[in-house]
């Protein structure tokens, strides 16, 4: 039987660490039939060592999604591997310590706006540098923690979040009528180098792990995985602007 992705070709930004929700996002993909090419940040090297641990690896492309220069260069960059794109995953997020577990009221402006805009603002830049890629429609998938409440030590980042949501929809007001579909995936806690680096995320975790009708691991970063192929999948062609929540059913319990 053919993968669910087969002959998709994804561009999946985000991985860092073998357990970056990138990662097992692109394996999961991998193993459905797709073809990957990832995204890097920073610690390049690195994120090419762990791009081997791919079922059948992957080239890796720089960029930081703040980086004008970057962006402009990505379309040329995806192309030196694949002709095109069917879907993109946006699995970035990124909060200066004072907007994460610090007292909330303290935050300055200054770091704010940095976690807004790597955060946020950004899933709308990699949507325009990936859009010249796109001709054929898509999909663009981001990463969500459910951000309709307040939770313990989220603080700035849950302000991101939100602001994602909203990006979310709007992207696809404007993307649907070149058949892109832009939604995001609100996943319950995952043990990555990200959720471990918010000081105070275990009560969170404790609680998920506690309450979540179908169960949650931490460590499992599977379901999240799959959840992301369905939407970059032809399986959900009529949904955008969505948030789908992969969180063992914990958003729908009350105490
Ligand atoms: N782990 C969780 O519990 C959880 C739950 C829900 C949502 N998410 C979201 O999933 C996404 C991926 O996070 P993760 O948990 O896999 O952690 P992670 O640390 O593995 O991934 C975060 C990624 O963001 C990248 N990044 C940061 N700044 C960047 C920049 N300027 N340009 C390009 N890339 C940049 C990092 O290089 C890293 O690869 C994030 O949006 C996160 O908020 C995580």
Redesign the pocket.
Known sequence: MPGLLEGKRLLI?????D????FHAAKAAQEQGATVVL????RMSLVTRIAKRLPHGAPVIE????NADDLAALPDRVREHVDGLDGVLH????GPPTTLGAPFLDAPWEDVATAIQ??AF?LKSLANACLPLMGEGGSIV????DARIAWPAYNW?GVA?SALESVTRYLARDLGPRKIRVNLV??????????KSIPGFSTIEDTWTERAPLGWDLTDATPVARSICALLSDWLPATTGSMVWVDGGMHATGM
């Open positions: 930004t985000g991985v860092i660490t357990s970056s929700i990138a995204t890097g940040y920073g960029l930081d999604v703040t699995s970035i997020a990124f790597v955060s950004s981001g990463m969500d923690f980042m979040k609100a996943a319950g806690p995952v043990r990555t180098m990200a959720a």
